[in-house]
């Protein structure tokens, strides 16, 4: 157990339709990454939160959105679905910078059909 | 730019054997270096990293990486595969936070 929560585990919607993606970090844990694994594109960065900023994206998609909140939890919102986003959504937290360990939570499996 | 590439999307050995599993990594400035371990229906779990100071990084479950300059690489090894080494393995790189990750490796083992 990462100490990482992350809710749904499974979440199945029609194409269309919004839905949010709920990640709890490790006790402390300032910083909040979220990654997007799917069988075409692999593990790629999506965005980073800092102690409720936004400090770096990837290749986040504009209908795609994320927050973080007071109590440091961050929700990442995903609008106007479409069939690729079918992916797992997974989040990490870490108390530090590059160098340390980022922490994994289960993941979101999000099925659009 | 950083970018990772894993060679072989699919290694087999059998138990007892010898576990290579290749990394090689490109990046302007020095790297961090991460190998991450993902079970069936799990999230990604560490094995190793690197950030500075003795090349030759030992994780857990007995694994361990070299991290080579010369040859940008960071390639995973253990002496001798268990049935629970099956799983899905990806190299990572690192400089600002953001992980880039390799394609990942399905490591199977046969009895």
């Known amino acids: 157990d990462s100490g990482v929560t992350q809710t749904p585990k499974h979440l199945i919607t029609a194409t269309g339709q919004r839905v949010t993606l709920r990640c709890s970090p490790r006790?402390?844990?300032?910083?909040v990454y979220w990654y997007q694994q799917s069988l075409d594109q692999g593990l790629q960065f999506l965005i980073q939160?800092?102690?409720?900023?936004?400090?770096a994206k990837g290749n986040i998609l504009e209908r795609f959105s994320a927050q973080q909140f007071p109590d440091l939890h961050s929700e990442l919102n995903l609008s106007s679905l479409e069939l690729g986003d079918s992916a797992l959504y997974f989040c990490?937290?870490?108390?530090?910078?590059?160098?340390?360990?980022?922490?994994f939570g289960p993941g979101t499996r999000l099925t659009v059909l | 730019a950083q970018s990772v590439t894993q060679l072989g999307s699919h290694v087999s050995v059998s138990e007892g054997a010898l576990v290579l599993l290749r990394c090689n990594y490109s990046?302007?400035?020095?790297?961090?270096l991460f190998w991450y371990v993902q079970y069936p229906n799990q999230g990604l779990q560490l094995l190793l990293k690197y950030t500075t100071g003795a090349t030759l990084v030992k994780g857990i479950n007995g694994f361990e990486a070299e991290f080579k300059k010369s040859e940008t690489s960071f390639h995973l090894t253990k002496p001798s595969a268990h049935m629970s080494d099956a799983a899905e393995y990806f190299c990572a790189v690192t400089y600002t936070g953001k992980l880039i990750f390799g394609q990942g490796t399905t490591l199977q083992v046969k009895p």
């Open positions: 939160y800092y102690n409720g900023e936004e400090r």
């Open positions: 990046s302007s400035v020095p790297p961090y």
């Open positions: 990490a937290s870490t108390s530090g910078g590059a160098a340390y360990e980022q922490f």
């Open positions: 006790s402390g844990d300032l910083s």
